[in-house]
């Protein structure tokens, strides 16, 4: 039987980025702001936010930039099915879902896809607004810190 991957493959990480689009209230965003509203999302206890969506593992911070080429895909991927819009400016290269892709998302139902949109409204809450010099200074501040829990003995904080 030849099986696929879902799990951190193109397609789970363009219905992300697509949820992302819709919700972070910016007109458009940047692939670094993906990256990093894509981390928040999956761990907002690492920012005292709610129970994190995904489980947390060791020196989980190293994630908010290993999703780098995987959001890359994901949005070719996006713009290929023209789901997503793509404007480029003095300030760079940024991206905003279309209609086609807000239909899409319509179709998802499930409780994690509900929970994914929990999580991104609470990111949207607390860091929507951010601008993306704040957020690149908030994530180095604190990325070494986001894992850190499982080098400590007493790990009581561990809670997904």
Not at 3 to 26: D, G, M, Q
Not at 97 to 106: E, K, P, Q, S, V
Not at 107 to 132: A, C, Q
């Amino acid at each position: 039987m030849n099986r696929k991957n879902i799990y951190n493959s193109t397609f789970e990480i363009s219905i992300r980025v697509l949820a992302l689009l819709k919700i972070i209230e910016k007109e458009y965003l940047s692939i670094d702001e993906l990256m990093i509203y894509d981390y928040l999302t999956l761990n907002s206890y690492d920012v005292a936010g709610p129970a994190s969506l995904h489980a947390p593992v060791p020196n989980r911070g190293v994630q908010v930039f290993s999703k780098k080429n995987l959001i890359k895909e994901s949005i070719s991927f996006l713009l290929s099915k023209e789901l997503v819009v793509i404007n480029n400016n003095e300030n760079g290269i940024f991206y905003a879902i279309n209609n086609n892709g807000m239909l899409l998302l319509d179709y998802f139902e499930s409780d994690y896809y509900k929970k994914l949109l929990f999580k991104i409204g609470w990111v949207n809450s607390e860091f929507g607004m951010t601008s993306r010099k704040e957020l690149d200074q908030f994530v180095k501040s604190n990325i070494s810190e986001w894992g850190a829990e499982f080098m400590a003995q007493d790990n009581f904080n561990n809670r997904v």
